[in-house]
C-alpha cells in the first residue's frame, strides 16, 4: 500500500507560477515511477507529466512541454511539478500518481486525493 498527498494548488494569475508537491509513504520500496494527471471541469482525467523512479527519464503531455517540470526526490519520496507560464486552461485537479512493481508480471497503481489549481485572473 502507497498514500500520496499532494499540496501547493490554488488561485494563480495567467503567466503566473505554482510548485506541486506529492509525498509518498508506505511500500515505495518497489516504486517503478510517478506520474502528474490531471482532471479539467467536464473533461476526463488527463496524463500530464511523468517520470521513471530510476532517473531514466522524464515525459510530458504536449500541452505543458516547455512550461511544466517535473521533478523527484528519491530520498524524501517527493515528487514534485513545477508550473510556469500558466494558462487558464490549466485550471483543474491535479493527481499524482505511483506504479509500484513488485515485480515484472505485477503492477498497482495508486492515487493521491488531489490538489487544486485556478488560473484565473
Known amino acids: 500500500q502507497v498514500d500520496l498527498v499532494e499540496s501547493g494548488g490554488g488561485l494563480v494569475q495567467p503567466g503566473g507560477s505554482l510548485r506541486l508537491s506529492c509525498v509518498a509513504s508506505?511500500?515505495?520500496?518497489?516504486?517503478?515511477?510517478m506520474a502528474w494527471y490531471r482532471r479539467a471541469p467536464g473533461k476526463e482525467r488527463a496524463f500530464v507529466a511523468s517520470?521513471?523512479?530510476?532517473?531514466?527519464?522524464?515525459y510530458y503531455a504536449d500541452s505543458v512541454k516547455g512550461r511544466f517540470t517535473i521533478s523527484r526526490d528519491k530520498a524524501n519520496k517527493m515528487l514534485y511539478l513545477q508550473m510556469n507560464s500558466l494558462k487558464p486552461e490549466d485550471t483543474a485537479v491535479y493527481y499524482c500518481?505511483?506504479?509500484?512493481?513488485?515485480?515484472?508480471?505485477?503492477?498497482?497503481?495508486?492515487w493521491g486525493q488531489g490538489t487544486q489549481v485556478t488560473v484565473s485572473s
Open positions: 500518481k505511483a506504479v509500484v512493481r513488485p515485480s515484472t508480471s505485477t503492477s498497482y497503481d495508486y
Open positions: 517520470l521513471w523512479w530510476n532517473g531514466a527519464g522524464t
Open positions: 508506505g511500500n515505495v520500496v518497489d516504486m517503478s515511477a
